[in-house]
């Protein structure tokens, strides 16, 4: 039986990934020549920082009122929750789903509905546990707000963590995405907040994986938790 090396062993890599992989496997080399266990627990984390900016394909669910995850991940928080004032999404609370991403998470962020990027919204700050409940307001973060084509809004914050140092958003206002499609990428271990539109109700519960691009977070227009999981 042959083995697809390409599915299971070579990933496709983020563009922000082969700098960092030549930095490790050069320290590899160095820690070979000055003593061979330092030099095999180099190459363990060179085979780790590879698969961290693994980049790779999703199917996506094509149903155009689903949410879908913008994050590999597991979901930590599900509550009702101000949005950043950045993002202009008023001051009542709305449903927050916030999915952790481990540095051992696919970290390439994608689109959780098709629509227009009406907002950019940077905000320096702190470097807490991206676990940690105050991290959706002292840290580091980026924001985004999705504006679909019945102008329904939706806000993700991409939110920067303990180890992670650097938001990396690729998209700008006015750029239009599909279901799925990229739009960054965090490292090295961080969280994205879901601001999910008043009457819709998340399919998901806390400690459920999700994979990016595929899970469904949520039905727009719904808002019955009971029949959480189904579309």
């Known amino acids: 039986m042959s083995v697809d090396l ?3 062993i070579i990933k496709p890599i983020h563009r922000e990934g082969p700098k960092f992989i030549g930095i490790f496997a050069v320290a590899t080399l160095i820690l070979f020549l000055i003593w061979q266990p330092l030099g095999w627990i180099g190459l363990g984390l060179t085979i780790w ?3 961290f900016f693994r980049d790779p394909d999703r199917t996506v669910p094509q149903d155009e009122n689903l949410v879908v995850s913008p994050a590999d991940g597991q979901v930590s928080l599900i509550e009702p929750a101000v949005p950043p004032s950045e993002l202009g999404l008023g001051s009542d609370p709305l449903t927050r789903v916030s999915v952790f991403m481990s540095v051992f998470d696919c970290h390439v962020n994608r689109a959780p509905v098709a629509g227009e990027i009406a907002v950019v919204a940077y905000r320096p700050g702190k470097f807490l546990s ?3 409940d105050k ?3 002292e840290n580091e973060r980026n924001g985004l707000v999705f ?7 939706l806000g993700v914050v ?3 963590g303990l180890v992670a140092r650097r938001i990396l958003c690729e998209v700008s206002e006015g750029a239009v995405l599909g279901r799925g499609d990229r739009f960054g990428i965090i490292r090295f271990g ?3 907040d879901i601001y999910l539109p008043v009457g819709t109700a998340p399919r998901v519960a806390v400690g459920q994986r999700c994979v990016s691009g595929e899970t469904v977070l949520a039905v ?5 938790p009971a029949t959480a999981r189904t579309i």
């Open 6 to 8: 390409k599915s299971t």
């Open 49 to 51: 920082c590879y698969y």
């Open 130 to 132: 991206a676990e940690l």
């Open 135 to 137: 991290a959706s307001e």
């Open 147 to 153: 504006r679909m084509a019945d102008g329904t809004e």
């Open 158 to 160: 991409q939110i920067a």
């Open 190 to 192: 961080s969280r994205l």
């Open 220 to 224: 727009l227009g719904r808002d019955d």
